[in-house]
């Protein structure tokens, strides 16, 4: 309650400067959304937008020359982001798609309570089996390669043997 006088204040200094904002509408403006034809209505509005824009040309080249720096910056980038998100459980980019399989090394190899491998991989990534085969044995310092399977499922294998397990991300 004694908060509401301030409140009320707030709310009506808001609504004022509004109003007065739309009292200060460019003639131009008022003069092209009166015009019937479609055609001049949109002529009037492109050319008042020309006229009053805040934007120079000297803003548009030094934008162009940044989003250069920053492209090229992100290509370096490109490789840690697809290692980071594989294996997250979202809507893949063309790019994502071609990234199939990676290869890293584990850092901590154990069992749950329910017998499932819980791996922890070196760049941090976390990945608990789902299924597949249960004789399949992981310990740390295994070069492990993760591939991507149908419907968003991934198989983990130890390099050098045969047996796959099913996993899925979970950090």
């Not at 893949?92 to 749950?112: C, G, H, L, M, Q």
């Not at 310092?141 to 399977?149: A, E, L, V």
Request: proline share 1%; with cysteine; net charge positive.
């Amino acid at each position: 309650m004694k908060n509401l006088p301030k409140l009320l204040i707030a709310s009506y200094v808001a609504f004022i400067s509004n109003m007065a904002s739309a009292d200060n509408l460019s003639v131009e403006i008022v003069q092209c959304s009166e015009m019937k034809n479609n055609q001049q209505r949109l002529q009037c509005f492109d050319s008042y937008v020309a006229k009053n824009s805040t934007l120079n040309s000297e803003n548009k080249i030094d934008s162009t020359s940044k989003l250069e720096v920053s492209t090229i910056n992100t290509k370096a980038e490109g490789e840690k982001e697809l290692v980071s998100s594989f294996g997250k459980a979202h809507r893949y980019s063309e790019k994502e798609r071609e990234f199939d399989e990676f290869k890293s090394t584990i850092k901590v190899a154990s069992k749950n309570l329910h017998k499932d491998w819980e791996i922890e991989l070196e760049n941090g990534q976390i990945w608990l089996q789902k299924g597949g085969d249960k004789r399949a044995k992981f310990s740390d310092g295994d070069s492990i390669i993760i591939t991507r399977g149908v419907m968003n499922s991934f198989q983990l294998k130890k390099i050098g043997t045969k047996r796959r397990i099913r996993v899925r991300r979970i950090l």
